[in-house]
């Protein structure tokens, strides 16, 4: 009686695709094409909540580059550059007169900041309320505890500066759009 060996799985036949380098490349095209037409889709809202809040800066300042363009007798981008000037001038002396007395309030906190957790009770209509709550009492051992808390998970922190990046490449992408606009003019 011969031995018959047990038979093995069945394999299917191996199957060799030649493929045309000019079908690889339409493929690869293709799913290039897709992962920027989903980036797009993805980042659509922003771009019309800029593009809305450009379109309204401009129609805000407009009035401004009409009577630069007039009281000046230039042409319109030099007013437009004019108003600008003018405009981020008024907010560098808003921002000059807002942020040293906040960086100074910022630096006087700590120092500050037993008083006033003292005085919650104080409070008219609802210090008795945080009193029986245990208020003050809790929020000072939240802030003795707060250095441990930042010291250890940064992530936070990285989000926080994260957001406040996006935020202001969001500004400037706003602020490049409405400059653009005001260019176009009409």
């Known amino acids: 009686m011969p031995h018959n060996p047990v038979p093995g799985p069945v394999r299917p036949p191996v199957r060799v695709v030649d493929l045309d380098w000019r079908s690889v490349l339409v493929m690869l095209g293709a799913f290039v094409g897709l992962v920027a037409l989903t980036g797009l889709v993805r980042s659509v809202p922003r771009t019309l909540a800029a593009l809305a809040i450009a ?7 407009n009035p401004l580059v009409e009577t630069a363009t007039n009281r000046l007798r230039v042409g319109r981008a030099p007013a437009v550059a004019a108003v600008l000037v003018v405009v981020a001038a008024a907010f560098s002396v808003v921002g000059l007169l807002l942020v040293p007395p906040a960086v100074r309030q910022a630096q006087s906190l700590g120092a500050e900041l037993p008083r006033v957790v003292a005085q919650l009770g104080d409070l008219p209509v609802i210090g008795d309320d ?35 990046a996006d935020g202001l490449l969001a500004a400037v992408l706003t602020l490049l759009l409405a400059f653009t606009l005001l260019l176009d003019g009409p």
């Not at 029986?132 to 930042?150: F, G, M, N, V």
């Not at 998970?153 to 406040?164: F, I």
Request: glycine share 2%; no cysteine.
């Open 55 to 61: 379109t309204i800066l401009a129609l805000a300042v």
């Open 130 to 164: 945080l009193v029986e709550a245990d208020a003050p009492q809790r929020l000072e051992r939240s802030i003795a505890r707060l250095p441990e808390r930042l010291a250890g998970d940064t992530t936070p922190l990285e989000r926080a500066a994260r957001r406040v």
